[in-house]
């Protein structure tokens, strides 16, 4: 195991934080590939990790919608043993980066061509987490506004001229 593939020393986080990546190694052990969690960072009470294995697309699937599984899976079982104090953020194979990476440039094309048309634009049904990259993207921007509409999850990001 290189030293990328090491990551933090699960003996030196704190023990909630210890449950939340013994949870991801037993959710490993039962998948049907040589997956294994890796500890990236941790930022007060969010501990990211990264799945590492030999084929980790198919940990991420179709728009990272496994990954998502997974983590809200994950998430859900680390709140109950340890009373919500822990949130789990999972990548496998560098998925999330390239995912805002992809995001980032939709977002920025989709502003343009919504100040040169003055007329908004819809972006297709996002989750949570990547609508909130968009806004993020977006926000600084003085001639567009963006919001939120739809019920989940064909919730949608509209892009608007100011």
Request: proline share 5%.
């Amino acid at each position: 195991m290189d030293s990328e593939e090491k990551g933090i020393d699960i003996t030196t986080l704190k023990p909630e934080h210890q449950i939340a990546v013994e949870v991801l190694t037993r959710i490993c052990d039962c998948m049907e590939q040589n997956a294994y969690p890796v500890v990236r960072d941790v930022q007060g009470a969010y501990l990211n990790i990264e799945i590492m294995g030999d084929d980790m697309r198919s940990t991420y699937g179709r728009f990272g919608a496994s990954l998502d599984a997974l983590q809200l899976i994950s998430n859900t079982i680390v709140a109950r043993r340890t009373r919500g104090d822990v949130r789990v953020i999972l990548d496998a194979g560098g998925y999330r980066e390239r995912r805002i990476e992809t995001l980032t440039e939709r977002a920025l094309e989709m502003a343009k061509a919504v100040k040169e048309h003055n007329q908004e634009a819809e972006m297709e049904p996002l989750p949570p987490h990547e609508r909130r990259i968009i806004h993020t993207i977006l926000m600084e921007d003085p001639d567009i506004r963006t919001y939120s509409e739809g019920e989940e999850p064909n919730r949608r990001i509209v892009v608007s001229p100011r």
